[in-house]
């Protein structure tokens, strides 16, 4: 992962064409897809979304956005994109100080 990536608060795993399922989590990962191993022509959503993780890795488009426009070109070329569900963390109960008999 390169120091300037952009981190998804919620990874997108995409079905490929062969079958396989592949996870991205930040934006640099989604752009070296999009621009090296795409498997069709480059569609309208395709730039959309080459355009968008660009302006995300400068921090002027939102990674939510950039998120969304790839998940669009990933439908559009017939791949199925799954954002990942929300992880509960379970909340911790604060832990009581054991009590200690008094010492006679």
């Known amino acids: 992962m390169p120091l300037n990536d952009v981190l998804w ?8 064409q062969c079958g396989l399922e592949r996870t991205f989590t930040g934006v640099y990962d989604a752009l070296d897809f999009l621009e090296n191993e795409w498997p069709l022509g480059h569609g309208e959503r395709h ?3 080459v355009k968008t993780c ?8 939102a990674p939510l956005i950039a998120r969304e426009a790839f998940m669009a070109a990933c439908v559009e070329a017939g791949m199925q994109a799954v954002v990942a569900p929300w992880q509960v963390q379970a909340t911790r109960r604060p832990v ?5 008999a008094a010492l006679r």
Do not use: K, Y
Not at 9 to 16: A, E, F, I, K, N
């Open 9 to 16: 608060t919620r990874p997108v795993t995409v079905r490929l």
């Open 96 to 100: 009581r100080p054991t009590r200690v």
């Open 54 to 61: 660009r302006g995300a890795l400068n921090r002027v488009i």
């Open 47 to 49: 730039q959309r979304a």
